[in-house]
């Protein structure tokens, strides 16, 4: 006999309304990401995301989306600023990261969240360094403040994921 179990996945997060009411030094994390937003190379969307991370260290590394005419050829944002980390501060782990996106409007008013593989890289990190990374998405309307990758990404493919298929 088979049972059905049903199980509900959730989290929380804060919302807030500008960045003058963030805490942490998160507003500088999101001004950083805002900014390097206007370096993304976005000629065919358009959309131009930025991302600033700060290192346990206090250091901030920023990364931009890169875009590519072979479209799998580029790279987001927040993989950007985790390369720059990793390739420019191994041991420094990342404790933060924020996340803003411009259109030719102007900023999103509402905040973008990772894709699929950002959010998977970003996992791996937090798995790497052992230590929860927060995320702040950024919008011009409202400001979301998340306390780890593993409640966008729940049920996450990690290292120990592997223990279960090798010997």
């Known amino acids: 006999m088979v049972m ?27 001004a950083a990401s805002r900014e390097v937003a206007l370096n993304a190379y976005a000629p065919y969307s358009g959309f131009r995301v930025g991302a600033a991370a700060r290192l346990e260290s206090g250091v901030i590394v920023c990364g931009a989306n890169v875009e590519n005419a ?65 995320i702040i998405l950024a919008g011009s309307s409202k400001i979301k403040v998340i306390d780890s990758i593993s409640d966008l990404l729940p049920l996450r493919f990690n290292g120990s994921s592997l223990k279960l298929i090798l010997p």
């Open 70 to 134: 072979a479209f799998p050829s580029g790279i987001c944002a927040e993989r950007s600023a985790v390369s720059n980390a990793v390739s420019n501060h191994r041991d420094d782990k990342i404790i933060a990261i924020a996340i803003s996106a411009l259109t030719a409007a102007g900023e999103t008013s509402e905040p973008v969240s990772p894709c699929g593989n950002c959010r998977q890289v970003l996992s791996e990190e937090e798995s790497r360094n052992g230590n929860k990374i927060r």
């Open 4 to 30: 059905k179990q049903e199980a509900v996945i959730s989290f929380k997060y804060n919302e807030f309304g500008s960045t003058s009411e963030l805490d942490n030094g998160d507003d500088e994390l999101v």
